[in-house]
């Protein structure tokens, strides 16, 4: 490994921090494709960097929005307890349930969602909505200020049971298949609960964390965390989550909702793909 | 001090100090013999400890030890989570927490058997 190749690395972490912490994801969909090709790392290392990238990303992210009270504490403990459920169920089914299957559910969910959200582009702020008892009784609810509006935007959480199937279902595919979920997060609660797209991005920012922990182990004890390699990646990718909160802050909802568009036609078409098996 | 803000303040300096440990450790690395594409990779706890408690200190260790850091903070700040939380009479939230601890403590176990 040369200084040049870890200047390099470091420099394409810090943009998968920028876009990982706006985007509410873990990075690892883009960390593990340009680590791969364009930097010829082994892909159970680039794995391997991709989750501490994970942990990293949400580190640096999830300390500056839960202080400004972008990323809401109490939603986010409370669908992390549905996905790392479902991730527990997900690892004990690994080779119990035909996986191609399961892709192409899940990739036709996704490209469903990618066509919803497409349609509600133009929404900047949710409409408020009948509060559901679930999001009283867990005072699923919050307010932050939106610098963009300049102004404070109140939201409370709907349609809760729907979305904490959906944190489920995203645990048991991250158990079983062992992808990242952090988009299955962000639709949960943009689409599910209709919180604002920028405190579902912030509060799947702290809940990544929280979940890559719960698996960060088995890469570890793998032998897939290469010191040298993860170094630069987490340095990287933590100045870069330290930009991308910052920008976050002043972005509007619906251009965070077009920036996430992309990632989820991309990830609706490698799961069909696989599901298919041309990937 | 509210619960987010205490977890806030975990996460931040767990990703920090694990940060600056692994930097050094890699620094060290390679200012003794360059960054050598076999470097050791460590596949346990026991490993690491070894590697700090040596003398000379392997860099490399004090490296495997931010990245372990790191991976234990989102653990610390559910557990920071917690306390708050018991600490404010928000059992409910406590519990949650509480329940969540337990699940990571599974698959940990799950992870070492596997």
Redesign the interface.
Known sequence: ???L??LSTFGAAVGVGVIGAILGLGGGILLVPILTMFFGVKLHYAMGASI?SV??T???A???Y??S?L?N??IG??L??AT??G??LG?ALVGVVPERVLELIFGAALAHSAFMTFRQLGIDVPAESEAHPLAVR?ALEGTYHDRALSRHVSYRATRVKSSIAAMFAAGVLSGLLGIGSGAFKVLAMDYFMKLPMKVSTATSNFMI??T???????Y?????????L???V??GV?AGAYVGTNLLTRLRNTTVRALFLPVLLYLAGSMILRGLGVL | MS???L???V??W??VV??AL??V??LG?ALHGG???D??????VSQVVRAVSQWPVDP?GV??L???L??????L??VT?FVAFLAAGDF??AG??G??LI??L???V???G?
């Open positions: 490994m040369s200084i190749f870890v501490i942990i990293a949400s580190s640096g999830a300390a500056g839960l202080r009270g990323s504490i109490k403990l409370f992390a307890m790392v459920s991730a527990l690892a867990f964390g929280i890559a922990a719960a698996s960060a182990g088995i570890f004890g793998r032998g897939d965390i290469h010191p040298v993860v170094t630069p987490a340095v933590l | 619960a987010a803000v977890t806030a303040r996460l931040f767990g990703g694990s940060i692994m930097t450790g890699v690395f960054l050598a594409p470097a050791a990779v460590f596949t346990s490399l490296a495997g931010g990245i372990l790191l991976m234990i903070t989102p653990a700040g559910v989570a409910r939230y949650i927490s329940l969540l699940g990571l599974i698959s940990l799950f992870a070492a596997g």
